[in-house]
């Protein structure tokens, strides 16, 4: 009888559940990230003080030196580029690291975290190039940072999110090493491939902000 008492009190008595604690690397990103928010923030609203100084007529006619088409298909290049960082993401949650078929099988799950995020890559790094080849054309035309308010607003925006941008190809640069590095795809490996896609999201989001109050609104 003691022993059915026994039985029947354990079966009664709720399960040990562990606390699903979040991971420290990923809320120290995103705590990482807000602060960054607040930094871009801050370069509007130096952007829109000077604008509101030197007028919008001023703004508007030193604006009209921009290739806004080329600007466009670079940000629709960044914008892309979100899509095989994601992809990796979810690659490395399942603890996909390489392909597992041929290189031209990228459906379904045909490809891993490596090659999605070496496509984020090239994508990103043409994006830097073509915004590399727009500052060039602007200082040969003889627009550069220190010509007037515009300038120095526009080089000043548009230059530390693209140093955001390297930031991240580095990123990248770092978990695929460290996936070649290793010889098992561990739980450490999957958040640094998580925090990075956190990180190139945010660049992305910022950029299309950039894009709209420089390109088109100008």
């Known amino acids: 009888m003691a022993a059915v008492a026994t039985a029947t009190a354990t079966q009664a008595a709720p399960a040990h559940r562990v606390p699903n604690r979040p991971n420290l690397v990923s809320v120290g990103t995103i705590i990482w990230l807000a602060s960054e928010l607040m930094f871009f923030a801050a370069l509007f609203a130096i952007y829109f003080t000077l604008r509101s100084v030197s007028g919008n007529a001023f703004f508007k006619e030193n604006a009209a030196h921009l290739n806004v088409p080329l600007s466009l298909t670079n ?25 597992t078929g041929s290189l031209w099988k990228f459906w379904g799950k045909g490809y891993g975290m490596r090659e999605w995020y070496m496509w984020a890559f090239v994508l990103g790094a043409i994006f830097i190039s073509l915004q590399v080849y727009e500052y060039s054309s602007l200082v040969r035309d003889g627009h550069s940072i220190s010509e007037n308010q515009w300038t120095s607003a526009f080089y000043l925006a548009t230059g530390f999110h693209g140093l955001h941008v390297t930031g991240g190809l580095f990123a990248f640069l770092m978990v695929l090493m460290r996936t070649y590095k290793a010889k098992r795809f561990t739980h450490d490996q999957e958040v640094s491939a998580i925090v990075v896609s956190y990180y190139w999201h945010f660049v992305d989001v910022v950029w299309i902000g950039l894009f709209c109050v420089i390109y088109i609104l100008q």
Do not use: D, M, N
């Open 75 to 99: 940000t629709i290049i960044l914008v892309l580029s979100s899509v095989p960082c994601q992809l990796g993401v979810f690659a490395a949650e399942r603890h996909q690291v390489k392909r």
